[in-house]
């Protein structure tokens, strides 16, 4: 068994996708250092993360999917990490069974946080992508009447509870809270902080491996969810919906649109901000391990109402609707033609070495369109 395990279990849009594409591409120079990130494809710790919480259907993993993960865990001598931000829905019956689990090995918690106004706009925007939302006014006037349920709400994101579920049975020391920096901030700072945690060099890793997971403007995410209830049945599945309209069309299309920045309003922002400055006091009075500063999970007062999708206008809406439709037709022009390449390609190509030749086009076709 694993002498440490490091379990990150959250919050989602709190830097995770860029901590853990770093790692994941690192495997080796890491397991080198006695550090193992465990799973044959990298969407194994989020299956894995289902499996905790129980969850079936729509694409949902198999029940073995935690076992294999903690068989990999059992087998390595060193540090482990085990990494998802969805393990931070789990029950508090969910979090001990896991605990559980990997005993004898040492296990520390490790939650990145970042404070709440800039974290609601991208967790609404990110359920935008891949559920139906609804418009950010009304999301946030559920969330904060505890009417949001699963992993945009508040099951992610309250970090004393879930530090709470996830912590009952560990010594303060071995549950780590890594904040979020503020903007401004060195960009490898959070990278800093995190290695702080695993207790390995900053330069132990390419960070060049790392993708921006950017987020749209108002207005694109104006246009996206007005979208949404067009788009036909085939996309409604959740890994069609995380393929082609989360990473296709919100990240390939509408991200690189470069819009304007948004937020909450002032009245929403200012109820997060009371209940930003009572969880700061509760993580600092069960005296967890701090990386970083209480304080920057304290929202910012803002002079002025920033803007928002809601105030988008219809001029606006179709600016951007224009440049989707001119980047998606380019799209499929690019794909035609790499189509109607590969079809003159087979047909030059004899029978010896067709099957070959066609077999390599198509995964390479393939891959672009998954990207």
């Known amino acids: 068994m694993a002498e440490r395990v490091f379990f990150h279990i959250g919050a989602p849009k709190s830097g995770t996708t860029f901590l853990q594409t770093v790692m994941w591409h690192n495997r080796k120079p890491l397991r080198d250092l006695g550090l193992l990130y465990p ?8 299956h894995a993360s289902e499996t905790v919480r129980g969850l079936t259907g729509d694409g949902a993993a198999t029940p073995t999917a935690w076992d294999r993960l903690c068989s990999e865990v059992e087998r ?5 990490l085990i990494t998802h931000e ?32 800039r974290q609601f706009p991208a967790v609404w925007q990110e359920a935008v992508k891949m559920q139906s939302a609804g418009p950010l006014d009304d999301y946030m006037d559920r969330l904060l009447a505890n009417q949001v349920t699963g992993p945009w709400g ?4 309250d970090v004393p509870a879930i530090l709470e579920r996830w912590s009952s049975t560990l010594d303060p020391g071995n549950v780590h809270v890594v904040t979020v920096p503020p903007r401004g901030a060195p960009r490898d700072l959070l990278w800093r902080r995190w290695c702080q945690v695993l207790e390995i060099s900053p330069q132990s890793c390419d960070l060049d491996v790392a993708f921006g997971n950017e987020s749209m403007g108002a207005a694109q995410a104006a246009f996206l969810l007005k979208v949404k209830p067009h788009l036909p049945a085939e996309l409604r599945p959740a890994p069609e919906r ?7 069309l919100g990240h390939e299309v509408l991200v690189p649109q ?16 009371l209940r930003a400055l009572k969880d700061s006091k509760v993580l600092a009075a069960r005296a967890y391990d ?22 988008v206008t219809d001029a606006e809406l179709v600016e951007v609707g224009v440049r989707a439709a001119a980047t998606l037709t380019a799209q499929v022009r690019s794909l035609s033609k790499e189509r ?3 079809r003159r390609r087979v047909r030059a190509t004899g029978r010896r070495g067709r099957a070959t030749a066609m077999g390599r086009s198509l995964a390479k076709l393939t891959g672009r369109m998954r990207r």
């Open 76 to 80: 390595w001598p060193g540090t482990a």
């Open 154 to 157: 508040w099951s992610t994101q």
């Open 86 to 117: 969805f393990f931070a829905a789990a029950s508090a019956e969910q979090a001990r069974r896991s605990l559980e689990r990997l005993a004898p090995a040492q296990v520390d918690v490790v939650f990145t946080a970042r404070d709440y106004g």
């Open 290 to 311: 701090v990386v970083g500063d209480l304080d920057e999970l304290i929202p910012e007062q803002p002079q002025a109402e920033p803007p928002n999708p809601a105030d």
């Open 258 to 273: 470069q819009g304007v920045r948004f937020g909450l309003r002032l009245h929403h922002l200012e109820q997060l901000r």
């Open 340 to 342: 109607d390449d590969l």
């Open 242 to 248: 995380h393929a082609w309209v989360r990473g296709h």
């Open 39 to 46: 799973g044959r494809r990298r969407m194994d710790h989020f």
